[in-house]
C-alpha cells in the first residue's frame, strides 16, 4: 500500500470518528421527550406564580426568605437545600429537568455578567449550571407534553402566547392572543378570553382558541374531571364545572380572591372579613385557616403552602385533614 493510498485511509477513518465524535455527543446531550399526557405543575399553583412544584418524591420551591431563590426539600419537608441562587417562578418539573421563569429586576450578576435577566430557564435535576431557553419578560409559563408554553411579552407586541422545545432551538409564537396556559386537560388549554372572560380551549397548533363555556370566568383550575373558576358575573364567588356529568355547582357565597384545589380540597382567599379558608370540594367543612389577607397559595400532596399579602414569608399548613393549624416555614438551607 501507497503512502498516498494509506493517507486517504486515515483521513477517512480520523473525518469518521470527529463525526462520530460529535453525533455521539449531541446524542448523549440530547433533551428526550416526556411522556405523553405529561404536564409540569398544576393549574392551581401555576395561578399562584408557580411558586412550588413537587417532583419524584421532592418539592422544589422558591424560598420567600431568601430573595425567593430556588430551593428543594423531601416530600415530608426535611433536608431543606439551596438549589440555585436565582430568584425563580412559575417552576415546571418533569423527567431529570426543572423548568422555571427567573426575573430579577434588581440585577442579579448572571454567568459574570452583572445587570438583569429574565428568561425561561431549564435546570438538570442536581446540578448547578441552567440554560436559557428563551430571553424574555414573561407571565405563566407550563410545560405541556415536551413543550413549553409561556405569556411572552414585548413593547411592540404587548401579551402573547409563545411555545419553546425542551432545547430551546425550536421557539416562536404560537398564537397572536393573550391566553394563561395555566389550566391543561389533555393537551389542550383552558383559558379565560381577555375581552368577554368567556372560557375557551387553544389546542396547540390551532390559528385561535374556541369557546367552552360562556361564563364569565377567571383563573380556571382542573382537578380531576372538574373545572373550578371564580365567577365574575357572580362577585367572583367559586364555582365547580363537572367535565363528566355537564353540570355546574356554586361552592361558595362569598367573594375570592384566589384560591387552589388539590384532590379535592379548597383553599381560598375571602375577601370580606378576609381569611384564608380550607373547604371540601362540595363546599362543606370550611375551616378557617388563618386570618387576614394572603396570596401565593401553592399545594403539594402533604402541605400547602401560602404567603402574607406582600410580604416574603412563606406559611405552611397540611393539606389533608387535621385542625387546619400552620406554622411559619422558615427553611436553613443543609449546605
Do not use: W
Not at 192 to 203: A, F, G, N, T, V
Not at 245 to 274: A, W
Amino acid at each position: 500500500m501507497n503512502k498516498r493510498v494509506l493517507g486517504i485511509i486515515v483521513a477517512v477513518v480520523v473525518i469518521a470518528g470527529i463525526i462520530g465524535a460529535v453525533v455521539l455527543t449531541q446524542y448523549l446531550s440530547r433533551i428526550p421527550d416526556n411522556p405523553p399526557g405529561t404536564i409540569g405543575n398544576t393549574s392551581g399553583n401555576l395561578n399562584n406564580k408557580g411558586l412550588v412544584c413537587e417532583s419524584d418524591g421532592y418539592i422544589y420551591f422558591a424560598n420567600l426568605s431568601d430573595n425567593h431563590c430556588l430551593y428543594k426539600m423531601k416530600s415530608d419537608g426535611t433536608d431543606p437545600e439551596k438549589v440555585i441562587d436565582v430568584p425563580v417562578s412559575y417552576i415546571n418539573a418533569a423527567g431529570d429537568y426543572l423548568y422555571f421563569y427567573f426575573d430579577d429586576p434588581g440585577g442579579t450578576k448572571f454567568m459574570g455578567i452583572a445587570g438583569r435577566m429574565s428568561g425561561i430557564f431549564r435546570l438538570k435535576k442536581g446540578e448547578k449550571d441552567f440554560v436559557c431557553l428563551d430571553k424574555c419578560t414573561s407571565g405563566v409559563l407550563n410545560l405541556i407534553g415536551s413543550t413549553l408554553y409561556y405569556e411572552h411579552y414585548d413593547n411592540t407586541n404587548g401579551m402573547q402566547l409563545y411555545h419553546s422545545s425542551l432545547d430551546g432551538k425550536e421557539k416562536g409564537l404560537s398564537v397572536d392572543e393573550i391566553i394563561n396556559p395555566a389550566c391543561v386537560i389533555g393537551s389542550d388549554i383552558y383559558y379565560s378570553e381577555q375581552d368577554s372572560q368567556k372560557l375557551k380551549i387553544y389546542r396547540p397548533g390551532s390559528s385561535e382558541g374556541r369557546i367552552f363555556m360562556d361564563y364569565a370566568v377567571y383563573n380556571p383550575v382542573v382537578d380531576g374531571s372538574n373545572i373550578y373558576f371564580m365567577n365574575m358575573n357572580d362577585d367572583y364567588c367559586l364555582y365547580r364545572y363537572s367535565m363528566s356529568e355537564g353540570n355546574l355547582t356554586k361552592i361558595t357565597n362569598e367573594r375570592i380572591d384566589t384560591f387552589n384545589v388539590y384532590d379535592g380540597m379548597i383553599f381560598y382567599q375571602r375577601n370580606q372579613n378576609p381569611a384564608l379558608i380550607r373547604v371540601n370540594a362540595d363546599g362543606t367543612g370550611a375551616i378557617v385557616i388563618a386570618e387576614g389577607n394572603y396570596e401565593n397559595i401553592n399545594c403539594t400532596s402533604t402541605y400547602t403552602f401560602y404567603s402574607p399579602f406582600k410580604e416574603d414569608a412563606t406559611y405552611i399548613t397540611y393539606t389533608f385533614g387535621g385542625n387546619g393549624e400552620s406554622s411559619r416555614f422558615s427553611p436553613v438551607s443543609s449546605e
